[in-house]
Nanobody, 117 residues
């Protein structure tokens, strides 16, 4: 069964940094585009970044210039380096990928990021 496991969340002060990881298993990792999302309780899940199989990255506007997504295919892991964190970055961060056909989404369990003094 496909498994995505996020880690690296925690409590950080405004302006600080965190690096999140998402380890994938039971899928041909290098053939999959991977995504980061985040969600605040009571709000819609929000897309953060995508890293394609080619390693080209795309970012939400709030992430540009502060967040960097990368992948290590040998480790079947993606990362999200988050710098200059702001209180509004507080959320549960999830990694995600999908099969095109039949359509199926895969999600990790999430890792909590809290930005506070």
């Amino acid at each position: 069964q496909v498994s995505l496991v996020e880690s690296g969340g925690g409590l950080v002060q405004p302006g600080g940094s965190l690096r999140l990881s998402c380890a994938a298993s039971e899928l041909p990792f290098s053939a999959y585009n991977m995504r980061w999302w985040r969600q605040v309780p009571g709000k819609q899940r929000e897309w953060v970044a995508t890293i394609r199989t080619s390693k080209i990255a795309d970012y939400a506007d709030f992430a540009k210039g502060r967040f960097t997504v990368s992948r290590d295919n040998a480790k079947a892991t993606i990362y999200l380096q988050m710098n200059n964190l702001k209180p509004e970055d507080t959320a549960v961060y999830y990694c995600n990928t999908n099969d095109a056909w039949p359509p199926q989404e895969y999600w990790g369990q999430g890792t909590q990021v809290t930005v506070s003094s």
